[in-house]
């Protein structure tokens, strides 16, 4: 498998000599620490207008604000993958196609899946990398929250938006292979990642649809996640997602062979 | 070394290769000649494992280029027509991808680096990122990635184009350097390029194979048939009558722009027939009048545009 190791080094140098990784993670950063601001500023004036309430009322609901901000920011988090992560993936394979470097690795002995393979680990490094920072916000709230936090909720949600993360961009990478245009396969990665992400709109409704709809849907399993729970069934729904599209991703690499030029 | 027998590739209804034959010897330079669309590249891109055919087989080095395409791919060094390059890699950096995808252990990469470095003259330029390059420069790098893992079969779509003469002089010494270790497969349109460094010649048209043989057996074959072209005062249909008749002669050509009483006819010999003299008699044996009668001879550019302009079989290969 070092065609594997090869393609994955060549594809994060590719990513760290362009500027345009730098500004696309320093875009993330810097709405995702505004939001983790506002977000912070808007749980504790709730919690405020709680304990007034309470104290009105006699009651002592305690609220938590630590684990209120992180499912907040941690929503938050995955509107911004959501948005993304399209561009993430949209050159993957566009730019090798123009270039003509699909031609060499197609004709040289590595396999279709270890091409794809390497690509997408790659992304998805890259992608871990461009979340790591925002780590550090929760984990300073952690660490000053009282009683403190279980480690299991913040390892638990950056487990989900990994998981929610891969899929999408498993999911982007396929549609980069179908196409030479990058914008196309950016508007249609997202219009097909909204997609799955709505399917849970039957939520009210008690059908048995509803229930596959929701089942179906990328971000429902996302919210156990957020709330610190590791749902097995929600890892396999993430695992089949990346698996389905990985393999996708491998017939449609193995297609070009077929394609005319 | 490699042997492609009745290789056919169809998109649909076009046959852009078909029923290809041939093969190439162990340490042999073969030319692909032809036009563009003639099917070379579809042809390489079969050998090198890219693209599968529709039928027939190929085998290099004893394995089957469909069935065992692992194995063919370690053993074949590819350059497209243009250099499959990474912009944004240093030209080191970009032959030490190459050197891992291809398979070549950690231990001989540095070394076999180097040496594709020094073969092609871009050791000076080792740590240079490819987009600075020249297109010259570039070619380079294409054929050292060509080079890294010391195939047994090196194939090359048109290595000279873009490149300035004595980056092409430089190029064909290189190519030549390799004969022998390597089996090398390359496609040109530069017809002196065919005789100066290839073996042998396929000569390809329309998806079919005009011609293989050597570039001396070539010119020889179809020179040493001559074309005589004459201006006579003659009625067509008995003029075609009496040269047909005269031995040695093949076709009868009469340039109809020109028709009325003086006509312009070229005449083409078989092999190794002088007969000026016979047709001169035919002519003034008729009464005919003589304006003008004088040998053409054959050079390889007229082959190439004989063998492809017309039917591709026109030829008869003596491989």
Redo the contacts between chains.
């Keep these: 498998m070092h065609g594997l190791y090869a393609i994955y080094r060549k594809e994060m140098g590719h990513y760290f000599v362009s500027p345009i990784a730098y500004i696309f993670i320093g875009l993330f950063l810097i709405l995702s620490a505004f939001f983790f601001n506002v977000i912070l500023a808007e749980v504790i004036k709730e919690s405020f207008q709680m304990e007034m309430q309470s104290m009105q009322f006699g009651q002592a609901p305690g609220f938590d604000v630590p684990a209120a901000v992180m499912r907040s920011f941690f929503g938050l988090l995955s509107t911004l993958v959501l948005f993304f992560t399209p561009i993430l993936t949209m050159g993957v394979y566009a730019e090798e196609r123009k270039r003509g470097t699909m031609e060499l690795l197609m004709t040289s002995p590595v396999s279709e899946l270890e091409i794809v393979l390497g690509k997408f680990l790659a992304s998805l490094s890259l992608f871990a990398i461009m979340l790591l920072p925002t780590a550090s916000y929760l984990i300073f709230m952690v660490l000053r929250s009282e009683p403190m936090l279980p480690w299991r909720m913040l390892l638990a949600g950056y487990a989900g938006i990994l998981l929610l993360g891969g899929s999408l961009l498993a999911l982007g990478s396929f549609v980069s292979s179908l196409t030479e245009n990058q914008l196309i396969a950016a508007v249609i990665t997202f219009a097909a990642s909204l997609f799955i992400w709505v399917l849970d709109i039957g939520r009210g409704s008690d059908s048995g649809t509803s229930a596959v709809l929701q089942y179906l849907s990328v971000i429902r399993h996302y919210e156990d996640f957020t709330r610190g729970v590791i749902d097995t069934s929600s890892l396999m729904y993430y695992f089949s997602f990346i698996v389905l599209f990985v393999f996708l991703t491998v017939r449609s690499v193995d297609s070009m062979r077929w394609r005319r030029a | 070394m490699i042997e492609v027998q009745d290789l056919t590739k169809s ?1 649909g209804q076009v046959k852009a290769v078909d029923d290809i034959s041939f093969t190439v010897n162990k340490g042999e330079i073969l030319g692909f000649l032809g036009p563009n669309g003639a099917g070379k590249t579809t042809t390489m ?1 079969i050998l ?5 055919a529709t039928s027939g087989t190929a085998r290099v080095a004893g394995f089957d280029v469909f069935r065992d395409s ?1 194995e063919v ?2 053993r ?1 060094g ?1 350059l ?1 027509e ?8 240093a030209v080191e ?1 970009y032959l030490d ?2 050197a ?4 070549v252990p950690a231990e001989r990469r540095r070394g076999r680096i180097d040496d594709a470095l020094k073969k092609t003259n871009l050791e000076d330029r080792r740590s240079e990122l490819i987009k600075r390059l020249s297109r010259g420069y570039k070619q380079r790098v294409g054929i050292a ?1 060509a080079l890294v893992h010391d195939p047994d079969v090196i194939i090359l779509d048109e290595p000279t184009v873009g490149l300035d003469p004595k980056q092409i002089i430089e190029v064909r010494n290189l190519i030549k350097g390799l004969a022998g270790n390597h089996t090398i497969i390359l496609s040109t349109h530069i017809l002196p390029e065919v005789s100066m460094t290839c073996d042998r010649v396929v000569i390809i048209n329309k998806g079919k194979v005009a011609a293989v043989d050597t570039p001396q057996n070539l010119t020889a074959q179809l020179k040493g048939g001559q074309k005589i072209r004459l201006e006579v005062e003659a009625p067509e249909r008995r003029l075609r009558e009496v040269l047909a008749q005269v031995p040695g002669a093949s076709r009868v050509e009469i340039d109809p722009e020109r028709a009325g009483e003086r006509l312009a006819v070229t005449v083409e010999a078989a092999q190794g027939n002088d007969i000026r003299s016979e047709i001169a008699a035919k002519i003034v044996e008729n009464g005919w009048r003589l304006f003008e009668l004088r040998g053409v001879s054959l050079s390889l550019e007229d082959i190439f545009l004989e063998l492809t302009t017309d039917d591709a079989t026109h030829a008869q290969p003596s491989s």
């Design positions: 998109y891109r090198t494992g890219y693209m599968p692992m791919r370690r074949i590819y497209p243009n250099p499959p390059v990474y912009p944004d890699m950096t991808f190459v891992r995808i291809k398979h990635q």
